[in-house]
């Protein structure tokens, strides 16, 4: 099976139950997407695919071959950090950090929905969306990615200041 992963063709032979997660961290060493519940509920492992978040432990490898994937370690552009990176950094968007690669993939995929409609692209220039939204609705829109150390007024504000 061929997957596009972070622009680079990458070619694998995978039990048709491998699930899109264990495919990039087992396989391809792409460690940076995460593993929590590996059920559906914390959003730990979002990913893009063609630019839409999607679960990667609820995804068959097999189920998305063709497709592209984008990975946080796709995000970045050399030693530039993607903007959605840059605002993290910034507002202290995370504790531990065990959370925070799947709640960039998502911030950034929910850029994207604003911005493009339906299905979203990855985009690595936020700052030119017109689409402004509340904090309350920021915050439904990225409660599929739970932080169990709670910081998400840290969160909020990072997504709130790079979709802004
Ligand atoms: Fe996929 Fe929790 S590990 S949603």
New binding site residues.
Partial sequence: MKWTINGQVREAEVDFRTSL?DLLRERFQLSGT?????????????VLLDGRRI????TLAAQVQGREITTIEGLSDGEALHPVQVAFVEHDGFQCGYCTP?QICSAVGLAGELERGWPSAVTKDLKTTDVAFDREELRERMS?N?CRCGAYNGIVDAVSEALG
Avoid: V
């Avoid at 679960?55 to 609820?58: F, H, I, R």
């Fill in positions: 997660l995460k593993k929590g519940c590996n059920q559906g509920a914390c959003g730990a492992c979002t679960n990667a432990c609820l799947g599929g739970l």
